[in-house]
């Protein structure tokens, strides 16, 4: 009986963990919930009794699963924050140790020398240009470069920018004409469940993540961009608090099963 009710006020205190962290990360841009998952403790022999005839002998706790459902949209007006609307993630690297990790928060502004970064100085990656063009997606994560955006072309200063639903970006310097500068690439994988959680709602690759494939906003299968504006969490806070209600109320009965359980022993035991 005692393995039963401890195993109900672990999962409680699991479930509580899991809640809390959603509703501490309930602003922040790109964030992605987490679920908790339990499964029940087949009925069997254990160490304290014989053949149980019982239907079960607790709870287990097995792991957090992440919701990838769609964050809601909030405008900017800041044309480098960057918001995808569908399948896709964000192509990052960190300059200290060239780690690759992937990210739906699109939270980017311009260096001072001009790279598209992340506000802990990652990279943005993209497509590079071929010949001053626009060039087709790059097949693998080492041909993308990080995205540039000069301050000044011919010695005139950029006077216009522009990123495009399907991550082409422009620019116009003085009065010239728009030229191109490179291309968004996005990142798509089988298995997203299986993504390695890195933090500051980052994603790394992992065994189970799947195939990973590159493309281009709104090629199928692929986010459309929104620039200007940012995806936000897709924690509802009436979901978690309702969550973590259950989850107090779960934790309060074991305990008091538990102090039933121990009265009765003590009654016995007299």
């Not at 809601?72 to 896709?88: P, R, W, Y």
């Not at 060239?98 to 943005?124: H, Q």
């Not at 000069?150 to 495009?164: F, H, K, Q, V, W």
Request: aromatic letters at 6%; glycine letters at 10%; one cysteine or more.
């Amino acid at each position: 009986m005692f393995s039963i009710i401890k195993s109900g006020m672990a999962s409680a205190m699991h479930d509580l963990s899991i809640i809390s962290n959603n509703v501490a990360n309930s602003n922040s841009n790109g964030f992605k919930k987490s679920l908790a998952s339990f499964a029940d403790l087949g009925a069997g022999r254990s160490a304290e009794t014989l053949a149980s005839k019982a239907s079960g002998q607790g709870v287990l706790v097995e792991d957090k699963r992440l919701s990838f459902s769609q964050g809601s949209i909030v405008q900017t007006e800041q044309k480098t924050d960057l918001a995808l609307q569908g399948n896709g993630y964000f192509i990052l690297r960190n300059p200290n140790d060239a780690g690759v990790s992937f990210s739906r928060n699109g939270s980017f502004a311009l260096d001072a020398n001009g790279f598209l970064k992340t506000d802990d100085n990652c990279f943005v990656l993209g497509t590079p240009l071929i010949d001053g063009a626009f060039a087709p997606d790059a097949a693998a994560i080492d041909a993308l470069l990080p995205i540039r955006v000069p301050g000044t072309l011919n010695e005139a200063p950029i006077s216009d920018l522009s990123i495009t639903e399907n991550g082409q970006i422009t620019a116009k310097y003085g009065n010239q004409e728009a030229v191109p500068l490179g291309a968004i690439t996005l990142g798509v994988f089988s298995n997203p469940a299986g993504l390695l959680e890195l933090g500051n709602s980052r994603f790394g690759i992992s065994d189970n993540s799947g195939n990973l494939t590159l493309g281009a906003p709104t090629d199928a299968g692929y986010a459309t961009l929104l620039s200007g504006g940012l995806e936000t969490s897709n924690v509802e806070i009436t979901e978690e608090l309702t969550a973590m209600i259950k989850a107090q109320q779960q934790f309060n009965g074991s305990a008091r099963i538990m102090q039933t359980n121990s009265d009765m022993i003590e009654k016995l035991t007299r």
